[in-house]
């Protein structure tokens, strides 16, 4: 499916599991859907399952966004409790369309307790109290990390145990009762190296043999070997601690401190600096390799981007940064927030950088990088291997420094999954075409729904329901 075949069938207000494989353009298709959303009048909720992903898009953890934090169960004192809760009550009720971004990190008992509260705050018995949800992520990637004392579900409207929801996100009941839309995107804007992306298809759909390991083992070489400014990824924090301060040890000179200034209630600000790439306290020397955490396509930088500090600005010792293109940039401070209905609830600001000698595998989930070492010889979790191995672009990017054999496994569940995901969206994508000539009114039907600001007698969700059931 392309994009636009997503836009479309997004925008008439279906729920959607946006799917596809890394570099496929997930997020671009997301801003485009939240573009469109705001150029009609309508504030989605944005959120997503990480602290590090909700930065990266400007929302809330999506545990934060409906009142659940930590918890694994809900009973109905806690749903009261939350349904109690002014800020959280105002943030459901005026959502009409949810976004939850990285889902394959969702456990099936947290989106379980999503769609509890807000059939809850809404009392609406409809999935999710009626509003869109729109679903985000690829099961591929870093799957949720288990806890072995979370306990069963509990459905506190209706007094029902969920036991046995499994690992991932699709098992849960508010997943089936979504009845969602499977949009998996095939297109593909990361790499561009067909070979290299062959393999990153052999090892997604469980087919890497010994051919794809010895055209990936043609990179293999030593620390000594890798170039001075290309990134190492590890599967731990250890190693990337040792090597960014032991290089940063190496350089002369005194380094710059800058430290990050926040604003906003201390439970929010807490949230955005663990979600955040840049460091709270940034240790900078000329001729530090360092990383963007932030996307800035107007001054010429995205997350991932990576330069080298050449000095300090003599007026306002800001780091003057040349990128690998050559172009050279005064880096200013930004902002990370979260935002509510346009409203910033809590705000940090630090200059989007970080040292990038070396970044775990898990925070580097979401860039795009045109070269890095890797070290995947103590990978242990399924997906860790081809997340890492994804991130760049080429195989001449690639530079090897170990591996084992859990780095090209993927769960075998998943891959049950995916074939049945892209079946559904092969339907969709056909359905579509029988629903073109209906594709503008319906898009403007829900924006009426919504509260948007369309010139056109407001429909009914029944009216919207009626024209869909047909195709979908």
Known sequence: MTQSEALDILKTGRNVFLTGEPGSGKTHTVNEYVAYLRSMGIDPAITASTGIAATHINGLTIHSWAGIGIKSSLDKSDLKKIGQTKYIVKRVKHASVLIIDEVSMLSPQTLSMVDMVCRQIKDESAPFGGMQVVLVGDFFQLPPVVRHEEEPVIDAQQGLFIEDLGRFAYGSPAWQRADVVVCYLTEQHRQDDADFLNLLSAIRTNTFDNNHLKYLTSRNTTEDLVPADAPKLYSHNVNVDRVNDQVLATLEGEAQVFSMVSQGHDVLVSILKRGCLSP??????????????????????????????????????????????GRKLIVEPMDWALEENGK??????????????????????????????????????????????????????????????????????VLEQDARFRQESEKATEQLVSLEKDLEKLHQDFVKLCGGSVAMSLPTANDIEKILMQFF
């Open 344 to 413: 910033s609830l809590a705000k940090i600001t630090q200059f989007p950088l970080r040292l990038a000698w070396a970044i775990t595998v898990h925070k580097s989930q979401g860039m795009s990088l045109d070269e890095a070492a890797m070290d995947l010889g103590r990978v242990f979790e399924y997906g860790q291997g081809y997340v890492a191995l994804s991130r760049v672009r080429r195989l001449s990017g690639l530079y090897l420094l170990g591996l084992n054999s859990k780095a090209f496994l993927v769960h075998p569940e």
């Open 280 to 325: 709270e306290v940034l240790h900078l020397k000329t001729g530090a390799s360092v990383m963007f955490t932030k996307n800035n396509v107007k001054e010429g930088f995205v997350n991932g981007t990576l330069g080298v500090v050449e000095a300090f600005d003599s007026d306002t010792n800001f780091p003057v940064v040349r990128i690998r293109n």
